[in-house]
């Protein structure tokens, strides 16, 4: 299973950006897929997480960021708005499938004036 994410990029403040991430290989049924970050010199952490039944999202892009998937191309995606600096990072994508965990590569997104 390979994770291939797309769409990060240097976008200034207040700025909007789409990030795209799709699962190939032998996926079997996919339990939750989902989207964390890492600043420099930070831990990774969750910044939104969606299932067959919710989505949640880190208080810090509540209201902001919306993730969504499509489950019949094994995707998810995550739709930022008003970009802040502190949002920048590199992004990465995860997805759960019969309990086994794959990460993809990451993006990175930069938000800079």
């Known amino acids: 299973v390979q994770l291939q994410a797309s769409g990060g990029g240097l976008v200034q403040p207040g700025g909007s950006l789409r990030l795209s991430c799709a699962a190939s290989g032998s996926i079997g049924s996919i339990d939750l897929m989902g989207w964390y970050r890492q600043a420099p010199g930070k831990q990774r952490e969750l910044v939104a997480i969606i299932t067959r039944d919710n989505a949640n999202y880190a208080d810090s892009v509540k209201g902001r960021f919306t993730i969504s998937r499509d489950n019949a191309k094994n995707m998810v995606n995550l739709k930022m708005n008003s970009l802040k600096p502190e949002d920048t990072a590199v992004y990465y994508c995860?997805?759960?499938?019969?309990?086994?965990?794959?990460w993809g590569k990451g993006t990175l997104v930069t938000v800079s004036s």
């Open positions: 995860r997805t759960v499938s019969s309990g086994t965990d794959y």
